[in-house]
């Protein structure tokens, strides 16, 4: 669970991560190797499924 982060469709504040792997991969857009992607992650409501925020695991690679 994350601290101080409350849903806002619905409130609560129990807030889980997810991982997206495999075809959720983002790359650089000027990049075609898939090694050097990175997965996203998400915070997402566990009562609403209400994904609150998402980002790259590495974002250096993105620069
Ligand atoms: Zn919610």
């Given at each position: ?21 495999g ?39 993105f620069?």
């Amino acid at each position: 669970m994350i601290e101080n982060k409350v849903c806002p469709k619905c409130r609560s504040k129990e807030i889980g991560q997810g991982k997206q792997i495999g075809h959720g991969k983002m790359l650089p857009v000027n990049n075609t190797f898939m090694s050097l992607g990175s997965n996203i992650v998400a915070d997402i409501c566990t009562e609403c499924g209400y994904i609150l925020e998402m980002r790259v695991e590495k974002p250096h690679k993105f620069k």
